[in-house]
């Protein structure tokens, strides 16, 4: 009796040990966690910025303790010019949060900030951004998705060292998968995401621009019918700096769109207003849903006109077989071939796109984007960058430059305008700041 106690005994700890590699795998670090200091919480617990312009930027900050007072935000150049901002909104009764918008400096110029209540600065969560440039200009721009709740990876010290003039973050800052109404935990999740000490790190130094896919809008494969739709939009909304919404301040899709000097940046939402997944795949089934779907195709043909270089930020995988049930663009195959047509018989030629959700690296030159009716293109090309902290998975394809899925991955994008034409050069890179995939274009602008 005694030895098949024992044996039992030695079968649970050997179950348990499996169990928790098994969770690990799924659930747990990609790769080595980073030994960024967490900041002492001072006058707040957490600050990022975004809505960065040539003229002005957001901050948006929760407070530690209203009891003494509302700090106001310093803005200083490398010149010594200094702004003091007051709270545009807030602080929110249940969050704390505030935000703050600066307007009226200059353009392609580093600025510094922080908090400050009377005399005390909150020296420990200074921050920076250099507002971007007004007409050709050269810049790189971090991208990556899909990261376990509240991360604290190394690929988070190596895009902060980067320098990047901004973080693109296309869905999936974080894995809750709340499927309910439930604010309080949408709360927590960004909390989550905003104290982990190397992502706090990066955001002091690199201004965000983030809209969601699915495990941070209401769980895995969620569309417009998710019962988290209000309250993530809402939380949203609260919670991180964005750009103007065009009448949907209240509610509604997060779909938004910014330049950095003659590059257009046009970032979707696929999952606010999309057609169930099961939905027959008919000229009723759409991703992005009518007003949306009118707004993209204004902004590519405005872009068309004004702009060197398009960028659309799409965060699910646009290159994929047409087939029902699918959860990227392949699943939504009359709604694609309808954009592509558009795209094609406007001569909208200087189109490129960002993308995650799939946990990989991966780039396309265009040459297996060709959507059109005729089939014959021509295709733009497409730069998957993920997975933060997730584990690796292919999603879509083929991929001309091949897939390299992982966690701890992350992409660069290097604009250089030259006036007459404008180059880009595509980077994916690991958390050792390896390069694991390239590629390069040229669009001419005749200008």
């Known amino acids: 009796m005694l030895a098949e106690l024992v044996g039992m005994a030695a079968l649970l700890a050997v179950g348990a040990v499996a169990s928790v590699r098994v969770y690990n795998h799924y659930n747990g670090p990609t790769h080595p966690e980073s030994d960024v200091a967490a900041i002492k919480v001072d006058l707040a617990e957490w600050v990022w910025a975004g809505a960065v312009s040539a003229t002005g930027f957001t901050v948006n900050a929760r407070l530690a303790d209203e009891d003494d007072g509302i700090p106001e935000l310093v803005v200083t150049s490398a010149g010594g010019a200094a702004a003091v901002v007051a709270p545009a909104q807030g602080p929110s009764e249940e969050t704390g949060i505030v935000a703050y918008h600066v307007t009226g400096l200059a353009p ?20 920076s951004v250099r507002t971007f440039p007004n007409g050709p200009g050269s810049f790189t721009i971090a991208l990556a998705s899909c990261a376990r709740t509240g991360s604290n990876g190394q690929v ?46 990066l955001y002091l130094r690199t201004p965000i621009a983030y809209v969601w896919d699915d495990h941070d809008f209401g769980g895995d494969g969620s569309d417009s019918t998710s019962p988290s739709r ?16 065009d009448g949907r301040e209240a509610s509604g899709a997060v779909y938004q769109a910014f330049s950095i000097g003659r590059v257009r940046f046009i970032m979707t939402d696929t999952r606010s207003e999309r057609s169930p997944v099961g939905a027959t795949d008919d000229p009723t089934r759409t991703m992005l849903g009518p007003e949306q779907k009118a707004w993209l195709k204004q902004e590519l043909l405005s872009a068309r006109d004004a702009s060197a270089l398009t960028v659309w930020v799409n965060g699910i995988p646009w290159i994929a077989p047409a087939e029902d049930g699918r ?34 690296l991966a780039i396309d030159d265009g040459s297996n984007n060709t959507f059109d009716t005729a089939g014959t293109g021509p295709g733009f090309p497409v730069f998957h960058a993920a997975a933060l902290d997730r584990p690796g998975k292919v999603k879509g394809g083929p ?7 992982g966690g701890g991955q992350f992409g660069l994008m290097t604009v250089t305008d ?11 890179k690991n958390y050792l700041g390896e390069t694991l995939v390239h590629y390069e274009f040229e669009y001419r602008t005749g200008k």
């Open 108 to 127: 392609d110029t580093m600025y510094s900030y922080a908090l400050r209540l009377g005399d005390h600065v909150d020296e420990g969560r200074r921050g």
């Open 156 to 201: 988070y010290d190596r895009i902060r060292e980067a320098g990047a003039l901004l973080f693109i973050v296309p869905g999936d800052i974080h894995y809750e998968n709340i499927s309910t109404g439930d604010v309080s935990r949408m709360r927590t999740a960004l909390q989550r995401v905003l104290t982990s000490p190397a992502q706090q790190a």
């Open 230 to 245: 209000a309250a993530v939009q809402s939380v949203y909304r609260e919670f991180v700096p964005h750009y103007a919404f």
């Open 327 to 360: 959860d990227d663009w392949g699943g939504y195959d009359v709604e694609r071939r309808e954009i592509a047509d558009f795209i094609v018989s406007n001569k909208i030629t200087n189109v490129a796109m960002l993308s995650g959700d799939a946990h990989m």
């Open 399 to 405: 991929y001309s430059e091949g897939t390299y899925p």
């Open 418 to 428: 030259a006036g007459n034409s404008v180059h880009v050069e595509w980077n994916g």
